[in-house]
């Protein structure tokens, strides 16, 4: 079955960098696009980024362009999140998800805390 | 970007009695290769989001058929027969049509 292990959340000062992990098992991972959303605390879903199985195409939302990079490494079945210069608003649970457009498969999330 | 807008925000609900959900994007959902990137999510306190219903009306497996997705264009709808105790939690739905793909406020399923 499907499983999407996010690693590497934790607690960092605003400006600094953290970088997210996810260990994806249970189908062909070179084959699928790949993607990143957040969940504030108490509150809605925001697509942040996706991938695609080749790294070729990739996408960010406005609030993350030019801070985060998206990448991949198909030979560990891994995704990754690099992201700098964080704020509060970046504040939130990151999840894993398998394909973009129909979001079949979420991870159980990691919570990034940015605070001083 | 496409806003999605969900009503209610909060709803109430009768064990055993139908509920639905309304969700209206600001531009149409349908895309260039025919589909329409309409999907519906569900999410308990403490849990990621798990998908419910994909492109309108398709249900994903193990999910109950007392779930249903209808809808065409801009507004869509989740409709749940007789609710369960275990369909408490909070409603997303979510388009997948236009880039930066959005979700709606949620909606929030309580047992009365």
């Known amino acids: 079955q499907v499983q999407l292990v996010e690693s590497g959340g934790g607690l960092v000062k605003p400006g600094g960098s953290l970088t997210l992990s996810c260990a994806a098992s249970?189908?062909?991972?070179?084959?699928?696009?790949m993607s990143w959303i957040r969940q504030a605390p108490g509150k809605g879903l925001e697509w942040v980024s996706y991938?695609?199985?080749?790294?070729?195409?990739?996408n960010y939302a406005d609030s993350v362009k030019g801070r985060f990079t998206i990448s991949r490494d198909n030979a560990k079945n891994s995704l990754y999140l690099q992201m700098n210069s964080l704020t509060a608003e970046d504040t939130a649970v990151y999840y894993c998800?398998?394909?973009?457009?129909?979001?079949?498969?979420w991870g159980q999330g990691t919570l990034v805390t940015v605070s001083s | 970007d496409v806003v999605m807008t969900q009503s209610p925000l909060s709803l109430p609900v009768t064990l055993g009695q139908p509920a639905s959900i309304s969700c209206r994007s600001s531009?149409?959902?349908?895309?260039?290769?025919?589909?329409?990137?309409l999907n519906w999510f569900h999410q308990r306190p403490g849990q990621s989001p798990r998908r419910l219903i994909y492109?309108?009306?398709n249900r994903d497996s193990g999910v109950p058929d007392r779930f249903s997705g209808s809808g065409s264009g801009t507004d869509f709808t989740l409709k749940i027969s007789r609710v369960e105790a275990e369909d408490v939690g909070v409603y997303y739905c979510?388009?997948?049509?236009?880039?930066?793909?959005?979700f709606g406020q949620g909606t929030k399923v309580e047992i009365k």
């Open positions: 998800v398998k394909n973009t457009r129909v979001a079949a498969y």
């Open positions: 249970g189908f062909t991972f070179s084959d699928n696009y």
């Open positions: 991938i695609s199985g080749s790294s070729h195409d990739t």
């Open positions: 531009q149409s959902l349908v895309y260039s290769d025919g589909n329409i990137y």
């Open positions: 492109k309108v009306s």
């Open positions: 979510m388009q997948g049509t236009h880039w930066l793909w959005t």
